[in-house]
Each structure stands twice: as structure tokens, then as C-alpha cells.
């Protein structure tokens, strides 16, 4: 079974700019997380989504945004690029949405702003 | 709101030798769970074991194991044996709605040859 899979690896872009990125979960998980992943704040939470509705919202401005598609795959969507958004953005998938859930990361997408 | 504190930004330990790794928490929550997870080189954050707060008894996975503090909202996790791959980052989380995680800020291991 093929695990989380983020695209791409790796982006560059400017400030200002926008940017999407994709997650495809497991086969048959129906719950996906984003989390943002800097040296000076850590490991924060985005979002989270469970049968194309957001569930939670991290404390992140409008700018940050996402959906969930009917297949179970995310996107997330981060407009007027700022220097601060440079990061890893990892995703998580799991099999549904309850407390206990074991979640499976993807590899990330390593963000860079200029 | 949740808080994760790892005192430990570094460890090291001998391989084949036995580390601790810190891990404290607050929350206001009566439902909970908590986690550890490893992040490699590859950056992909892996589960090492996950704790019940409703349950008193510490898990165990291998040679990995918890010492779970209820009262003291402490979370330390015990790798035995240790090996060259588990070198790594070690994040502590705990998770009281959905797959809403709160991390601590990491513990980096260092595995000596």
C-alpha cells in the first residue's frame, strides 16, 4: 500500500506570489492534516479535514487555506507568499477521525520564499 | 489550550546503552492522548508509541516504553538497546480533538557507535 504522498518536494517561489500544495493520503483514509514545520516555532498545526469538511483550524491568518476532495485527497493554498512561510508543510492522513487515530506523515513539501 | 514542553533539545547515549527522553504537558482536557514520534534525516514523522490518558498502565512497544505521570502531566519516553537508526529527532505530542496535535519543540538523539 502506498503511503502518504506529497507533491512536490521541493518549491520555490517569491514573495507575494501564491502557492498549492497536494497530499494524497492512504487508500482508505478518509482524514487529512497539514502541519507547518519551522526551526523557531516548531511543529504547528494547519488543518485538518474528514469527508471534505474542515474539522479544526490552527491559528494561522486567511492566507492559509485548504480543501479535501471527494477522492480524499487535500490540497492546501497559501496566497501573498510571505518571507515567514518558508517551511516544511507535512501532511498527515488516517483512517477516520477520532481521538485515537494513528496518523501516517508524508515526507513534506519544503517551501521556500525569497 | 494544550502546551508540550521538551526540556531536552539534545541527548546522547552510548549504542546498546539505555536513554530517557523528557516530555511534559498541561492540558485542561479529561480525554487525551499522548504520542512520541521520530522524524529521520527523510523528514517524514514516523510513530513510535501512543499513550491512553485514561489508562494507567505504560505502553510499551519493543524496545521503546513510556512512563506515564498522570498527576504530574509528565510523558518520558524510554528507548532500551539502543541502535544507530534510532538516531533521529523525538517529538512528544498530545492530541484532545480530532488529529489535532500539539508538539513539543524536539529532542534531538544522537546514537554513539
Known amino acids: 500500500k502506498a503511503g502518504v504522498t506529497q507533491t512536490p518536494r521541493y518549491l520555490i517561489k517569491t514573495r507575494g506570489q501564491q502557492v498549492t500544495l497536494s497530499c494524497s493520503p492512504i487508500?482508505?483514509?478518509?482524514?487529512v492534516s497539514w502541519y507547518q514545520q519551522t526551526p523557531g516555532q516548531g511543529l504547528q498545526f494547519l488543518f485538518e479535514y474528514f469527508s471534505e469538511t474542515q474539522r479544526n483550524k490552527g491559528n494561522f491568518p486567511g492566507r492559509f487555506s485548504g480543501r479535501q476532495f471527494s477522492n480524499s485527497r487535500s490540497e492546501m493554498n497559501v496566497s501573498t507568499l510571505e518571507l515567514g512561510d518558508s517551511a516544511l508543510y507535512l501532511c498527515a492522513s488516517s483512517l477516520e477521525w477520532t481521538l485515537n487515530e494513528k496518523l501516517f506523515f508524508g515526507s513534506g513539501t519544503q517551501l521556500s520564499v525569497l | 489550550a494544550q502546551t508540550v514542553t521538551q526540556s531536552q533539545p539534545e541527548m546522547s547515549v552510548q549504542e546498546a546503552e539505555t536513554v530517557t527522553l523528557s516530555c511534559t504537558y498541561d492540558t485542561s482536557e479529561s480525554d487525551y492522548y499522548l504520542f512520541w514520534y521520530k522524524q529521520p534525516p527523510s523528514r517524514q514523522m514516523i510513530l513510535v508509541i501512543r499513550q491512553e490518558a485514561y489508562k494507567q498502565q505504560n505502553a510499551t512497544e519493543n524496545r521503546f516504553s513510556v512512563n506515564f505521570q498522570k498527576a504530574a502531566k509528565s510523558f518520558s519516553l524510554k528507548i532500551s538497546d539502543s541502535q544507530l537508526g534510532d538516531a533521529a529527532m523525538y517529538f512528544c505530542a498530545s492530541n484532545n480533538a480530532g488529529n489535532m496535535l500539539t508538539f513539543g519543540g524536539g529532542t534531538r538523539l544522537m546514537v554513539k557507535p
Open positions: 487508500s482508505g483514509h478518509r482524514s
